[in-house]
């Protein structure tokens, strides 16, 4: 499931970033097919590292050499809300393939949690808010009440509430 900054870009205001994040549900069986696909020189990719972050439920990167583009893959954890916003993951067309992307709520709340975790990020409140903005119409503002509560993120989500200016 794509997510973070793509994601909220797509669904928001679009921003510049040095990776994308994925959410995947990695199985150990899959890592030959995935050192295959992205094979070495042209891809840096740490099978011990792939194998801690299965083990863990972290995450692992994925490295173009020649281009320095990276891939943040995150494992999926037993996290409720982790569970939640990967079943609710939509399917769009993302530059002509079809990949799921994690729904505005989500990237709403994953966002704002991302900001509380990281000590108040103003870039990740500016995402959540950008989201909010773009999507305030079609967006399920019960679901978002559920997650605000259960995450304890109601200073952020009442914050971006007050400076909300919607489309």
């Avoid at 890592?31 to 083990?55: G, H, N, T």
């Avoid at 949690?113 to 409140?125: M, T, V």
């Amino acid at each position: 499931m794509l997510t973070g900054s793509f994601a909220s870009s797509m669904q928001g205001e679009p921003r510049l970033s040095h990776d994308i994040d994925l959410v995947v549900d990695f199985k150990p069986r899959a890592l030959p097919e995935l050192l295959r696909v992205f094979p070495s020189p042209e891809f840096y990719l740490d099978e011990q590292s792939i194998r801690e972050a299965i083990r863990t439920r972290t995450m692992f990167s994925l490295l173009q050499v020649s281009e320095g583009d990276k891939v943040d893959f995150w494992m999926l954890t037993v996290d409720p809300f982790d569970i939640a916003r990967f079943t609710r993951r939509q399917h769009e067309d993302v530059l002509g393939m079809k990949v799921f992307v994690s729904s505005p709520e989500d990237t709403i709340l994953a966002k704002l949690r991302w900001a509380k975790l990281s000590g108040g990020s103003e870039k990740q409140f500016y995402d959540a808010l950008r989201v909010y903005e773009v999507q305030f119409g079609a967006l399920d503002v019960q679901y978002l009440s559920k997650w605000v509560v259960t995450l304890a993120l109601q200073d952020y989500w009442e914050r971006l509430l007050r400076e909300a200016s919607p489309f």
